[in-house]
């Protein structure tokens, strides 16, 4: 089965297990840290996009290249993506290396950055697990694992472009990591000593979580120094019907991710490295342009996040082998033949408006009052660039609202943008209010307001 099917999302078993997660929970998103109302002081942090599409070794790279012009139509230059130790040492000793070599120069040549995970055990190194698969199994000796990852980085260390490794992917379930948590933490702490060995100058943090686990990140955290902490999250496409992009975080026990983050992982980045929603039968591309116009700022709303991984860049084929059942077939931006579907116009909106370094986030600064209409499920989120321009996402799953806001900074001029990208000028600014913001129900309202 090709590696890049194993690398797929999280399968349908593991639903019951999320579903557990989030049972009991209120539907509210949780609350941003406070940040100060004066504009002087708000604080700013990195924000940064990447995109992940697997590979198997010996892929077509003309095709690879194909792809790579697609990231940077999309405006996205950092890839993410498996180095699989069964592919790439097939027996003890053995490696096949060559073809990463001519990838990561075809990367550089295209301006692309490379931030790998490295997953999946040969059946030459495996422990043994509680299935007969031995790729999701732990090493029967980490050491084995770890002289891998050392023999990659050390490959991989002539191309500036690789800038960091994760240790393994979705390791906090049984489906990725057929093991225990201390048989993943001895895993993970033996390659990052590794790596950092022959190529310090990479970041190297253990591999994104299905969920935000507050128990296996500190453990992780206290194994060895991570440079990353992240996870995944697939709100509306893999999680119960409860759960959406907007009560996620709070669902799958934010507060006590963030509480052991701050405890053990000395103010590592955060990441949510892989994110995405499937146009799977019933669900539209509008549907999923939707979905991202809120997802992104959802998450980049919260302080601690700083980076969103995008799953994909383009659809599976039909029929190819995949873990997961049908979403892993529609998560791309653009079908299999990259015919780019309405969410490659909305996510190269978004990356052009807030891929700007680093942004402030103004939701605690912003005054939002409803002059008419209903509000019932009303979100707005507020962002701050570099060069002063504010940018604002505001809409209402279930009303209706027309808002008036006061932003915490003058404007001289607002534009709308539609999901395709195609701005509009809006009436209604006057200095620091913007008035007549009219949300239809469902939909979601983009606003720059310029300095």
Request: aromatic share 10%.
């Amino acid at each position: 089965m090709p590696i890049r099917r194993l690398t797929t999302r999280t399968a349908p078993l593991v639903l019951s297990l999320l579903a557990a997660c989030s049972a009991g929970g209120g539907r509210q998103p949780p609350a941003a840290a406070p940040v100060p109302t004066a504009t002087s002081e708000l604080p700013s942090k990195p924000v940064s996009f990447a995109i992940l599409e697997d590979y198997d070794l010996g892929d077509d790279l003309q095709d690879v290249a194909r792809d790579f012009g697609l990231f940077r139509e999309l405006g996205v230059r950092t890839w993410r993506g498996s180095i699989s130790w069964l592919e790439a040492e097939p027996a003890r000793g053995r490696y096949e290396l060559a073809w990463l070599d001519r990838f990561a120069a075809l990367a550089a040549d295209s301006g692309i950055t490379l931030r790998p995970y490295i997953a999946y055990t040969p059946e030459w190194a495996a422990r043994g697990g509680r299935d007969a698969d031995a790729w999701n199994d732990p090493p029967r000796d980490p050491g084995d694992f770890a002289r891998f990852a050392r023999t990659v980085a050390r490959s991989l260390r002539r191309h500036p472009n690789v800038r960091s490794f994760e240790i393994f992917n979705e390791e906090n379930t049984a489906q990725w990591w057929d093991g225990t948590r201390a048989s993943y933490d001895s895993t993970w702490a033996a390659a990052a000593a590794a790596i950092r060995a022959v190529s310090p100058r990479a970041a190297v943090f253990p591999g994104g979580m299905v969920w935000p686990d507050a128990e296996w990140i500190a453990a992780a955290c206290d194994a060895a120094r991570a440079d990353v902490v992240a996870f995944h999250a697939y709100p509306e496409t893999w999680t119960p019907d409860s759960v959406t992009v907007e009560t996620y975080l709070h669902d799958f026990g934010w507060d006590a991710f963030r509480a052991a983050w701050r405890e053990h992982c000395h103010g590592a980045p955060v990441w949510v490295d892989e994110t995405g929603f499937a146009t799977v039968p019933g669900k539209t591309e509008r549907d999923q342009a939707l979905w991202w116009a809120r997802a992104i700022p959802t998450f980049l709303s919260v302080p601690e996040i700083q980076e969103i991984g995008i799953y994909e860049i383009k659809d599976l084929r039909a029929g190819a082998p995949a873990i997961g059942g049908a979403p892993n077939y529609h998560l791309g931006l653009a079908d299999a033949d990259r015919r780019k579907k309405l969410a490659f116009a909305t996510v190269r909106l978004l990356v052009r408006l807030l891929d700007t370094g680093t942004l402030a986030v103004t939701d605690s600064a912003l005054a939002v009052t409803v002059t008419a209409g209903a509000a019932r499920d009303l979100h707005v989120h507020g962002f701050l660039r570099p060069d002063g321009t504010q940018v604002l996402f505001a809409w209402d799953r279930a009303g209706d609202p027309t808002l008036r806001i006061r932003l915490p900074r003058s404007g001289r001029r607002a534009i709308g943008y539609e999901l395709d990208g195609t701005p509009h000028p809006l009436d209604g600014l006057d200095g620091r209010t913007l008035t007549g913001v009219r949300l239809a129900t469902g939909a979601v309202t983009i606003v720059s307001v310029t300095p």
